[in-house]
């Protein structure tokens, strides 16, 4: 699941978040859900398929009402974790990464024209909705393991996906997705910002 020299570092690692039932119900409204290019946020917002490649899914709101106020319960938890207080959400993504898709190292949190609410953004949190194979020889996919790199020039901190398995840092944390070799990768994504 997890790299163990990630103690120590301002990390959640809450697994079993969410059941296999939820994940299950989770990735079918994502089958059902309006899809198109993941992007990245600059001066201005655009795709960039030799950053990120992976495709976000709108869907249906009543699914998303059952899953968002869930994030919500475990901002104290989160908050302690991390040792900040957080304030509001910024609204969940569902991502779907395909066989080559990836994500280079980046930072969620920053100033940037494209999208000012990033400067506020104080925590990040991924929801793995699928198992990669690290984890379970029968997982959905190979790779698409979650970096993070908490000090320059140190080896990052490998999360291989589990289904349920809920990952909060900060956001201004350089991370990536490695690339995805075989199978799809399906993960929840959202943001705290400041209090």
Known sequence: MIDRAASGFPLLIEPQFLTPDECGRLRR?????????????????VTRKTIRQTTSIDVEVAVRGWFEPRLDGLRPVIARALGCPLGEREGTSFLRYPAGGFYMPHQDRGRVAGWPAAARRSASVVVFLNDSKAVDRDGDFEGGTLCLYFEPGAPGVEVHPEAGLLVA???????????????????????????
């Open 29 to 45: 409204a994502m089958d059902l859900g309006e899809r198109e290019p993941a992007e990245i946020v600059g001066d201005t917002i």
């Open 169 to 195: 840092f900060p956001s201004g944390t350089l991370h990536e997705v490695l690339p995805v070799r075989q199978g799809t990768r399906d993960a929840a994504v959202d943001w705290f910002y400041d209090a």
